[in-house]
């Protein structure tokens, strides 16, 4: 049971390992692209690869929805980023239960952008716990955990990552299950939705602030701000001990200052161009030195 491309190497791994996919649960198909037609998830492109019968509720509170998961008769479901809440009759119809491959040390970080907050907070390490679910939200036993340092990673370097790492941990784990743990109560944290506000840039932030923003949005959202009334994404920054006033342009390399220290932008794009560095952006988009961006 998942949807993005997080999911694809869980479901890979259950595959190479021969455990049997009775079913993919997963997103429907949804408008996506300029042309808007509807795309399959991740998941759904993958199962179909592997000759695995695929399933796209949009809910699973309905009865007889459920009556056909029941009728499955599996061992044990496996859930990565999925999308939809299971209820207590879905977690309970495996003989095993429900595990879930989530992208952090729980309980810090439970909830829908475990990744993109942790980059936000400036964590040091994350990782994957392997957790039996329960009704709750990300609340479950802790069955496995496995590390890794965030470092400089943007988050779509992180969830390639935490997505190998957490195929390996599911595969681990049912070769040795284990009961698991309670989680502590002490440490928990949420991580919210990414609010499409969020991604603009306050230039009164700290350099620090921003870069982590920068990285966290990328590749997407992306983190973006407003040049000359055009939106301007920036994909890539690295922090320079400079000073200025918060937005200001304070060279021909555009380089800007933040609430503390500055911005050296190294990636950017504008609307329907690709990515370019600094450089060629100026070429050909004027952003003269002491410009306030707002």
């Known amino acids: 049971m998942g949807s993005p ?11 190479a390992a021969g455990h049997e996919v009775a079913c993919a649960y997963t997103q429907p198909p949804r408008p996506a692209g300029r042309g808007k037609a509807e795309q399959p998830t991740a998941v759904h492109k993958r199962a179909e690869l592997l000759g695995i019968e695929v399933r ?7 009865a007889e929805e459920q009556a056909r998961f029941a009728a499955l008769d599996a061992d044990l479901a496996a ?13 309970e119809a495996p003989k095993l239960g429900c595990v879930n491959v989530h992208a952090s040390l729980l309980p810090r970080w439970r909830g ?10 400036g964590d040091a390490v ?9 009704e709750g939200l990300d609340t479950g036993p802790v069955l496995l955990t496995r590390e ?28 040795r299950p284990s009961p698991g743990v309670p989680q502590p109560e002490e440490g928990v944290t949420y991580a919210s939705k990414i ?13 620090e602030e921003i870069e982590r923003q920068v990285r966290a949005f990328a590749p997407s959202p992306s983190a973006w701000f407003e040049a000359a009334n055009e939106r301007i994404k920036l994909l890539g920054a690295e922090i320079v001990n400079r000073s200025g006033k918060a937005g200001e342009v304070l060279d021909d390399q555009l380089t800007i200052a933040c609430g503390r220290a500055a911005i050296q932008p190294l990636s950017v794009q ?11 952006l100026l070429r050909g988009f004027a952003i003269p030195e002491g410009t306030i961006l707002s």
């Open 5 to 15: 491309d997080f999911a694809v190497p869980s479901l890979d791994a259950l595959v």
């Open 56 to 62: 796209c509720p949009r809910s699973l509170k309905g």
């Open 79 to 91: 859930v990565a980023a999925y999308g939809l809440i299971l209820p207590k009759l879905i977690l």
């Open 112 to 121: 829908a952008a475990p990744i993109q907050r942790s980059i936000l907070a």
């Open 126 to 134: 994350t990782g994957v716990t392997i957790m039996r679910m329960e």
């Open 148 to 175: 890794t340092s965030v470092e400089r990673k943007t988050a779509g370097q992180l969830t390639a990552e935490l997505a190998r790492i957490g195929a390996g941990a599911l595969t681990e784990w049912l070769v």
């Open 195 to 207: 609010a499409k506000a969020e991604a603009r840039i306050d230039w009164s932030a700290s350099a």
């Open 270 to 280: 504008r609307a329907g161009r690709g990515a370019m560095s600094a450089g060629e």
